[in-house]
C-alpha cells in the first residue's frame, strides 16, 4: 500500500501529479483505485509502459501503420457506376477519397471492389479521417512525457 501527500493547492497538487509520483513503485498485478477521472489515456499508457517498455516501440509503428495507410491507400468512387475500390496508390498523397470515371492502373493498385463498400470502410474512414495524425500526436507526446519523467528520476 502507498500514499502521496502534496500542497492543498498550485501547481503539482492535483491528483493526477500525486499518482505519477507513484507510479514506479506499481507492480505486475497491484490494483489502481481511483476515480472516473483516474482513467485518463496517459495514465494508462504510463502504467503499460512500466510493466512493458516495448508498449512505446508498439505505439510507433501503429502511429507509423496510420501514416502509411493515410498516403498510400484511397478509395476510388466512379462517377457512372455504384463500384468503390479500395487502392493501393503509387504515388503518396493526402487525398483518401477519389471521384474519377476510369481507375487508372499505372497509378492504383486495386485492392478490394464491391459495389456495396467494403468489409471495415468506416474503420478505414476513421483512420484517414483521424487517426492517421491524432494517433502519431498522442505517441510523441507520450514518448516527450515518459523520457522527460524517466531523465528526473
Do not use: C, H
Request: aromatic content about 14%.
Amino acid at each position: 500500500m502507498n500514499a502521496a501527500i502534496g500542497p492543498v493547492s498550485g501547481k503539482g497538487s492535483g491528483e493526477q501529479t500525486l499518482l505519477s509520483t507513484l507510479l514506479d513503485t506499481f507492480t505486475a498485478g497491484d490494483i489502481v483505485l481511483g476515480d472516473a477521472y483516474f482513467g485518463t489515456y496517459f495514465l494508462l499508457a504510463e502504467l503499460m509502459v512500466y510493466q512493458n517498455p516495448k508498449i512505446k516501440y508498439m505505439l510507433i509503428m501503429v502511429a507509423i501503420f496510420f501514416i502509411i495507410t493515410k498516403l498510400f491507400t484511397a478509395v476510388i468512387i466512379l462517377k457512372d457506376d455504384p463500384s468503390n475500390f479500395l487502392v493501393l496508390k503509387l504515388s503518396p498523397s493526402l487525398d483518401s477519397q477519389l471521384s474519377l470515371s476510369l481507375v487508372d492502373e499505372k497509378k492504383y493498385i486495386i485492392l478490394f471492389s464491391d459495389e456495396n463498400g467494403f468489409v471495415g470502410e468506416k474503420l478505414y474512414y476513421l483512420v484517414t479521417s483521424y487517426l492517421w495524425w491524432l494517433i502519431p500526436v498522442f505517441a510523441v507526446l507520450f514518448i516527450v512525457v515518459t523520457s522527460r519523467k524517466n531523465t528526473n528520476n
